[in-house]
């Protein structure tokens, strides 16, 4: 039950295409350092991923990564030199700024001369010196007539003065490290002639990473935004203590927030692209709130895919990486919102409260069946893969129109509650000693988190029995939620969730059955299980000791 990723390219270059040679040099940067700077390893692969996906190979390195922005770092500044190294980004050097250029300095010569004898193909300027440290490897691109992308605007000036022939070009505000390593291969690519579609997906998302509209997962959505409804939740529950009242409005304000949570999450997953897709997110759930989840989810996705898309398109028409940034990011969850504002948001709130309606129809229409059927259906549901695709996110559209869940009571009890109860039975009556702390670990984590309830499985797997334990106690559990009318969210602490609940009472009396139940069952069965074992043991026993007898007769 549910923050370096592993590279994967978006899309495969094309085989007949040359695999161009790449040689990344620079620095962690002054203004860059407070954007992706300060993460020199990650700023290294992400060119590195981005150069694979346009059938280029970063051979050379050559990147002095400092503790603090170029702009205030003096001589004496701890700093490092990222060089590669059998193919991995390795530190070759450490020290002081100074002791690190002079490192790098030798690094550059070694460098312009592979440059002078047709060894490297472009290169990649990442706030580099071109008058310093990066001197010799520049002054041999310029004779060599080599391509160059880059950011950073002093640089690129120096850069440009020295002849230096620049196909993609730009500042750092405003821009990521995936959009800047975008940037320099949209630009080598178009100078190359090679198809290129940047790799915008995740080491979540490998397989997905070409088109946005295949990142978009409800699940991933979902799960991703629950920290927040739990927050809503812990504000529901505070709020209803005496004289702290006064915290309702914060309660309201949050669930009101919802929408832009969920939609800030879907953004930056559809999109790919981090920060910027954030962002997107972030302007078109403002919008989206009069939707509900719903909308929020809708402008989000809308304003992910707009992103990928935007991105692609200004770097295709050569706009600096930092416009590209500020049109992708804020035009694609502007255009987003207002498609939700304008034209969605009725049907998506329509939507959201239709589901809470349905879900309060069944309940009212037989809450003893409807609570019994759910906690039923609820273990096969989680083994099988569907509770995160289809309960969890009907438990947090519940939470996101009123604050509580009638499935998130049923999670509780017949999840939550069933493993403790069997866990807590294997710590306190194991099967074999080995069981004991792998039981008690799942217990504490139940209890005080409302979470893992797979610490459970490897009991129900060995024993069926006790797989019939959880299902029959997961049935009366949810009966007994659906008898009191309780409604609460599990990923809480167990002494908490009944102050979250709608019936603190009736919740408190559903988790004792959803506990006690299989504790006493599995219990029993682990007494006789091992009464089994001793009686088996003694006969064994016996019998060899009744054959030692005769043997020596």
Do not use: C
Not at 169 to 176: D, P, R, V, Y
Not at 422 to 448: D, Q
Request: hydrophobic share 50%; no cysteine; aromatic share 4%.
């Amino acid at each position: 039950m549910p923050d370096a990723p592993r590279p994967a390219p978006a899309s495969t270059p094309d085989l007949r295409t040359p695999v161009r040679r790449l040689a990344v040099v620079g620095s962690s940067g002054g203004n860059l350092y407070s954007h992706g700077g300060d993460e020199p390893l990650r700023l290294v692969e992400e060119i590195r991923r981005q150069a694979r996906a346009g059938g280029f190979e970063v051979t050379t390195l050559q990147l002095v990564a400092a503790r603090a922005s170029m702009d205030g770092a003096g001589e004496d500044t701890p700093a490092e030199l990222l060089e590669l190294r059998d193919g991995a980004v390795t530190v070759t050097a450490r020290g002081t700024l100074a002791e690190v250029n002079a490192a790098a300095a030798a690094v550059d010569a070694a460098l312009a001369e592979a440059v002078g004898r047709g060894e490297v193909d472009a290169l990649v300027l990442v706030s580099a010196d071109p008058s310093g440290v990066n001197a010799a490897a520049v002054g041999a691109a310029v004779a060599a007539q080599l391509p160059a992308a880059g950011t950073g605007g002093s640089s690129i000036a120096a850069a440009q003065a020295l002849g230096l022939q620049l196909v993609a070009a730009s500042g750092t505000t405003g821009s990521t490290s995936t959009t800047r390593a975008v940037s320099y291969i949209a630009g080598l690519a178009r100078h190359f002639g090679h198809r290129y579609r940047p790799a915008l997906g995740s080491a979540e998302t490998p397989a997905a990473a070409g088109s946005p509209w295949r990142r978009i997962s409800v699940r991933g959505i979902m799960v991703g935004s629950l920290p927040a409804f739990i927050a809503l939740a812990l504000v529901l529950a505070v709020s209803k203590v005496p004289g702290l009242g006064a915290l309702t409005p914060v309660f309201d304000a949050l669930i009101a927030g919802l929408p832009v949570v969920v939609a800030a999450v879907a953004a930056r997953r559809v999109s790919g692209l981090g920060e910027v897709g954030l962002v997107a997110g972030v302007v078109a759930g403002v919008l989206s709130t009069d939707g509900g989840i719903i909308g929020g989810l809708v402008g989000g996705i809308l304003a992910g895919a707009g992103v990928s898309y935007l991105l692609r398109w200004t770097l295709g028409h050569r706009f600096p990486v930092t416009t590209a940034n500020i049109v992708a990011g804020g035009l694609s969850g502007l255009v987003a919102g207002l498609l939700v504002f304008l034209a969605l948001a009725p049907v998506t709130a329509a939507l959201g409260e239709g589901v809470k309606d349905a879900i309060g129809f069944l309940v009212d229409l037989n809450p003893l069946l409807a609570g019994a059927v759910a906690g039923l259906v609820i273990w096969p549901a989680i083994m099988g893969g569907v509770y995160h695709a289809a309960i969890l996110p009907l438990v947090l559209l519940e939470m996101g129109e009123k604050g509580h869940s009638f499935f998130g009571a049923v999670d509780m009890v017949s999840l939550v509650m069933v493993s403790l109860g069997i866990t807590l039975a294997n710590a306190v009556r194991p099967r074999s000693s080995g069981e004991r702390a792998l039981a008690a670990s799942g217990a504490a984590v139940n209890f005080g988190f409302g979470t893992f309830v797979e610490a459970s499985y490897p009991f129900m797997f060995a024993d069926r029995k006790v797989l019939a334990v959880a299902l029959g106690s997961a049935t009366l559990g949810g009966l007994v939620v659906g008898a009191t009318g309780a409604e609460a969210t599990a990923y809480l602490p167990a002494v908490v969730a009944p102050f979250v609940a709608t019936n603190t009472v009736g919740m408190v009396l559903s988790m004792l059955v959803g506990a006690v139940v299989p504790f006493v069952a599995v219990l029993m069965l682990n007494v006789r299980h091992n009464r089994r074992v001793r009686t088996a043991d003694a006969s064994t026993a016996s019998v060899a000791a009744a054959d030692s007898v005769r043997q020596g007769a």
